[in-house]
């Protein structure tokens, strides 16, 4: 099974440019309790190196692009994220790591729970040992 997942995001747009919505419980599978956007990430710089224990999440990339490798404790894939009109959805227990990201690049993040910093696990070794249990 892939641990890559996408929600095609249908583009409504028309002569006068682009517009795409997004509806929770709709389009995108979750309700939505949180956003959060990525954007400025400097040149060579990695982000994420991180799970969470519960959280599920839709990441689209709005503009530009970058590359995001998941995990799932026993395979390891990677997707780049470089359409508005694709959100890739990312479950509970998901390692992810992020790269490339382009110089333009926004990253618009839908969230399923508020911020809780005890969500995250931070640490590649005790992710798998959640993992394994
Ligand atoms: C994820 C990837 C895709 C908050 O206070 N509230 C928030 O909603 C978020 C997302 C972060 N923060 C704080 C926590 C850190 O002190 O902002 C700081 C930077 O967060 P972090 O280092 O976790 O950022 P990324 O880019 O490594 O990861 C983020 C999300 O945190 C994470 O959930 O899945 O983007």
Redesign the pocket.
Known sequence: MSIINWVDLENLGDERGSLISIEAEKNIPFKVK?I?Y?SKTKENIS????A?KE?T?A?ICVNGKCR?LLDNGEKKQEAWLDSPNKALI?GPMIW?E?YDFSDDCI?L?L?SEY?D?SD?IRNYKEFLECISQ
């Open positions: 949180r959060y990525i982000r994420g190196f991180h969470h959280l999440q990441a995001m990312i992810r992020m990253l993040v969230a911020y910093e995250y």
